[in-house]
């Protein structure tokens, strides 16, 4: 089948050349034909030379790259795709595990599949298009993933909803594509946690932090800890599993704080160094002198978009700031960003300038960022969304 051809401008073939999956829409000289979103397209130079194959899109980015071959992008070429990712997965030690059942199964471009991902919760596949052609194919990549999983798949849930482009002229509907299951508990590193991909936030966990959490427990004997933001408390219960002496959990929702309330019941029944707190991080932290010396700060995406950029790292210095204003001396701080479009750099000097109102010694101890199975593709450093460091504090 000839795919509709997507023509560049001088000279802006050479991102695609160093193989980065995105091509934006300022490059384009011309379009052969119109195109609904989603469209599998034939991408090449102004000199009429093959650079790749991709889904068309309205926006900034216009054609996401699913192959720099050119390749018929049929069945098996899925299915190449879906048994690389999950091929992965397995090497890692994730697939059939039972100490830890929750992980992502795809990871958009880090897995050459951009625009979608599936993360997957003890036998569910939750399946998240972010492009309208990942959601077109929709129901071929689920039997698809049944084919390649077998029994370790009950079913495929899709939750599309929220995450397709505003400008698509579709009208998304969650549900299951194949198989039906039910929310349930997941384990991480042998800890249970309620998981609802339905009416959960992203997908219905936050699998990025799995091993940050984990390493949280190293540090946690005989520390107070305070973890902000800690929708369903995942940071907390490793601090109790360290040893920790006191663990105060804070989030703004109340349904969080209330998700957090029955984690904890799952893992330490009537633990009563586990306390949680419905309440404004900057409101909570104005006044805790001394009180900890291990705090977590891992808030939403305070930068969804470039132009929210200055703004966020004002918010990240000022969060920051107040942490390390309130921290025991000799303590320690965990603190994250997961806005794409905030840069490691950027971040760490958001920190740093926290640091420097504060006036206190601060050493780097660690320098965070997401798991294995959140794969980054070296052509694609903005697939490093999530930053971390860990601080000590005197």
């Known amino acids: 089948m000839t795919l509709p051809i997507v023509t560049l401008k001088p000279g802006k073939e050479q991102s695609l050349n160093r193989f980065h999956p995105w091509v934006f829409s300022g490059a384009i000289k011309h379009i052969s034909q119109e195109l609904e979103e989603g469209e599998l397209v034939t991408v090449v130079s102004n000199k009429d030379e093959f650079l790749a194959i991709g889904h068309f899109q309205i926006g900034s980015i216009a054609v996401r790259i699913l192959s720099f071959e050119e390749l018929p992008v049929d069945n098996v070429f899925w299915e190449?795709?879906?048994a690389s990712a999950i091929q992965l997965r397995r090497d890692l030690g994730l697939l059939g595990s039972e100490q830890t059942n929750v992980f992502r199964l795809v990871h958009g471009e880090g897995d050459g599949l951009p625009g979608l991902i599936i993360d997957?919760?003890?036998g569910t596949a939750v399946y998240q298009a972010h492009s309208v052609g990942m959601y077109h194919v929709r129901h071929q990549l689920a039997k698809l993933l049944k084919k390649l999983l077998g029994d370790q798949l009950i079913a495929v849930y899709d939750k599309s909803d929220k995450t397709l482009p505003y400008k698509a002229d579709i009208s998304p509907e969650n549900g299951y594509l194949l198989g039906e299951s039910a929310p349930c508990v997941v384990k991480e590193y042998g800890l249970?946690?309620?998981?609802?991909?339905?009416q959960g936030q992203k997908t219905g966990f936050f699998i990025d932090q799995r091993e940050n959490r984990k390493l949280v427990e190293q540090f946690s004997a005989e520390r107070d800890v305070l973890n902000m933001f800690c929708y369903s408390g995942g940071f907390s219960f490793f601090a109790m599993q360290g040893?920790?002496?006191t663990v105060h959990s804070v989030d703004a929702s109340a349904k969080a704080i209330e998700l957090t309330r029955q984690n904890v019941a799952l893992n330490f029944v009537d633990d009563k160094r586990h306390e949680a707190f419905v309440a404004d991080a900057f409101d909570f932290m104005r006044d805790i002198k001394d009180r900890y010396?291990?705090?977590?700060?891992d808030p939403p995406a305070f930068a969804k978009h470039r132009g929210a950029l200055r703004q966020a790292l004002q918010a990240y210095k000022r969060l920051n700031a107040k942490a390390f204003e309130?921290?025991?001396p000799g303590g320690i701080i965990f603190t994250f960003s997961c806005s794409q479009v905030v840069t490691k750099d950027q971040f760490r000097e958001a920190v740093f300038s926290g640091a420097a109102i504060s006036k206190r010694k601060v050493r780097i101890l660690h320098q965070l960022h997401q798991p294995a199975d959140h794969p980054i593709n070296i052509y694609h450093p903005e697939g490093e969304y999530l930053k971390g460091l860990v601080l000590q504090v005197d």
């Open 243 to 245: 040893g920790a002496k």
């Open 326 to 328: 309130q921290v025991r």
């Open 293 to 297: 010396n291990l705090i977590i700060l």
């Open 120 to 122: 997957f919760y003890n």
């Open 80 to 82: 190449n795709k879906l």
């Open 192 to 198: 249970s946690f309620q998981v609802d991909w339905i």
